[in-house]
């Protein structure tokens, strides 16, 4: 099918955001990615962007579909001998993975700003969306639980996110600036669409950045999410536990009250059809459809069905 | 073969000083092996220390015999990816190799020495020798060329030892001290060795780190020296070269000359015979064996034959 003639910009996370990208860069000519950088952390003393990394491989074509990240088909020589060497190798990265990381550090360290080596690593992968890091400067979610405050990826990946989550703190973000585009970006575009990413760790952190908010209740952009919980469950990761735990109700209804002032119309799932009538009495539309997404022919269909409902 | 009594010292680069190293590591209860840190550079952001280990992966029985650097069998994702992201990959590394890097350097930035981090791997590679950085500071070999100065490995390894060398630099051995342990080892060994390695650059910024050289000068130790040069050529890499260009002559009677006051003995190759007496007149004594090292029994042999005529 043509590419639609519209500008659309995307607000994800890795995972569910990640495929509903993959979808828009088939469906539409002017698309670009608007990712979390919260879940960002030095590890290895190295800088990896988890989110950023996703949609990157996920748009490049390499995602690992099994794990939700990585690379399909890498190998772990790397890692097990860092194990041999008596590293903790508990956050994996496979071989390939690990060279963007490497790269990635060695450019930031040389003063290259998170912007910059995304975009040139996007050119070298062939990827013809824009991909934007929310910000350029470091915001680092941390998770209060009752074991304490725990860095993202020590609640997320060293502690498997069992804790129950009692509040989240996005450290550093009050002093962030929108990274550069990023404001054009959400206020140029036909349609801004939050993705089916986490509403608290991966679209919370990118709307507490000073400025995008404000950007996204003004643009004159249609604003279009995509609910992550499907029959009250998350597709992926603790989004429905985390709606638990912050007293929300977790089903799409529950995201839509997190999203009101901020979304024209919102897609769940067939499998959510009675929950319309109370979303549309938040003031946003509804477009119902199957948003379980499979490869890249349904994340296409997606889209363009979202697109199509939004006009 | 029982492990003969004796502690033992070894000055050290990679190649020839490595394989050395192994020989002795098999024949003596008690070996530290001081290794030239005057090498390391940063490469993609990560600290290498080439010397370091290629003596650490030889005494490890892991060495790639055929490159004389990194690991047998290694795997090269990581660099091809990196290549990939448009990366100028210059600097050749194994993926298990590495994990050696990124653990090393991670290891450094958190605050440890060199010296510290060498000890880690030791252990966890099951390397019974002490393996000893020259110094935990910095030491930068340079080499001043017809194309202007160059950095260690942008001579070695990127324009590969083939610029005339006019001269060279250390930079900063006048502020290094001397690693933990390193004088000791000097003074209380029964006997100190200068491995077949470069005397200029391997051996030379060993010596030139305020307070090794006299420990040399002034040990009880017999002191003992294996020629890198067998038949007016170099084992491995741009010693011969180095000679000629410094205008030293290129020969063992050239390296025994560089020598003087150092040593009590040197050992040269059977193709060296004529050279012997030439050598004794500068006032050492003369092994003559065979030096062009094989496999581990053939390095073996070379240690205790040394052992033997220095006791």
Redesign the interface.
């Known amino acids: 099918m043509p590419a639609i003639s519209q500008s659309v910009t995307l607000l994800s996370g890795g995972g569910g955001g990640a495929k509903l990208a993959h979808g828009m860069a088939r469906a539409v000519e002017d698309l670009t990615v608007v990712i979390n950088t919260a879940d960002d952390a030095v590890v290895?003393?190295?800088s990896v962007s988890p989110d950023l990394d996703t949609v990157m491989y996920t748009l490049a074509g390499e995602a690992n579909s099994v794990t939700g990240w990585g690379i399909e088909g890498?190998?772990h020589?790397?890692?097990?001998?860092?194990v041999?060497?008596?590293?903790d190798a508990w956050f994996s990265l496979?071989?390939?993975d690990?060279?963007?990381q490497?790269?990635r550090?060695?450019r930031l360290?040389?003063g290259a700003a998170l912007s910059e080596v995304t975009a040139?690593?996007s050119?070298?992968?062939g990827i013809g969306a824009r991909l934007l890091p929310m910000t350029d400067e470091r915001v680092a979610t941390q998770v209060d639980t009752p074991a304490g405050r725990l860095g993202f990826q020590e609640y997320f990946v060293a502690h498997r996110h069992s804790d129950k989550v009692l509040g989240l703190v996005f450290d550093g973000v009050e002093r962030a600036r929108p990274g550069p585009g990023v404001l054009a970006a959400m206020t140029t575009a036909d349609v801004v669409v939050i993705g089916p990413s986490n509403p608290f760790v991966s679209i919370g952190p990118i709307l507490a950045v000073p400025g995008i908010r404000e950007a996204l209740e003004e643009t004159p952009a249609r604003r279009v999410g995509v609910s992550p919980i499907v029959g009250g469950r998350s597709l992926k990761g603790p989004a429905a536990a985390m709606l638990a735990a912050l007293d929300h109700e977790v089903s799409a209804l529950g995201v839509a009250r997190l999203y009101v002032g901020l979304l024209d119309m919102l897609v769940i799932d067939e499998q959510d059809q009675d929950l319309v009538s109370a979303i549309e009495a938040l003031g946003m539309s509804v477009l119902v459809t199957q948003t379980v997404l499979g490869g890249a022919d349904d994340r296409e269909r997606l889209a363009r069905e979202l697109l199509m409902a939004a006009s």
Chains 1, 2 share one sequence.
């Open positions: 290895y003393g190295l890498d190998t020589a790397t890692i097990e001998a860092m041999r060497l008596g590293e496979g071989d390939r690990l060279a963007t490497i790269v550090s060695a360290r040389a040139q690593f050119a070298a992968l």
